[in-house]
């Protein structure tokens, strides 16, 4: 079964060229434009990884890692934290995401990365 991606970004555009590019290459992929859909969505559908963005409104993107982390079932979930905050790195690693992509990135790279989460996921 192909792998899912769970996109969370409240900027439309972005959120939806990223499932574009991941569905073209054969990804399963998921969108939500807001932390409290976003976290939902992870909880119901277990995706292989979620590309969260870290400034959203309702709640954000580390409220929504906290809450991921917190729960038994969704622990495990590969995060990568997405921002055009120049310390994203950093701060995704401290509050427990995988990887960190800094704004604007290219969907090359952002390939990459998941690619790499995923060779880990077993």
Same mark, same amino acid.
């Given at each position: 079964m192909p792998p899912r991606v769970l996109i969370v970004d409240d900027n439309v555009e972005v959120a939806d060229a990223f499932a @574009?590019?991941?569905?073209?290459?054969?990804?399963r992929t998921a969108v939500a434009h807001c932390g409290v859909t976003g976290l939902a969505m992870a909880r119901a559908t277990r995706p292989d990884v979620v590309l969260l963005n870290l400034q959203m409104p309702w709640m954000n993107g580390l409220e929504v890692? /906290? @809450? $991921? /982390?917190?729960d038994p079932a969704t622990a495990?979930?590969? #995060?990568?934290?997405?921002?055009?905050? #120049?310390? +994203?790195? @950093?701060? !995704? !690693?401290?509050?427990?995401?995988?990887? !960190? +992509?800094l704004y604007p990135a290219r969907f090359d790279e952002v390939? /990459?990365? #998941? @690619? /790499? $989460? $995923?060779e880990r996921r077993h």
């Open positions: @574009e590019f991941f569905g073209k290459r054969g990804y890692l /906290r @809450e $991921l /982390r917190g495990g979930l590969k #995060v990568i934290m997405t921002s055009g905050y #120049v310390d +994203i790195p @950093e701060l !995704a !690693a401290q509050a427990g995401a995988q990887d !960190a +992509i390939q /990459r990365k #998941v @690619e /790499r $989460l $995923l």
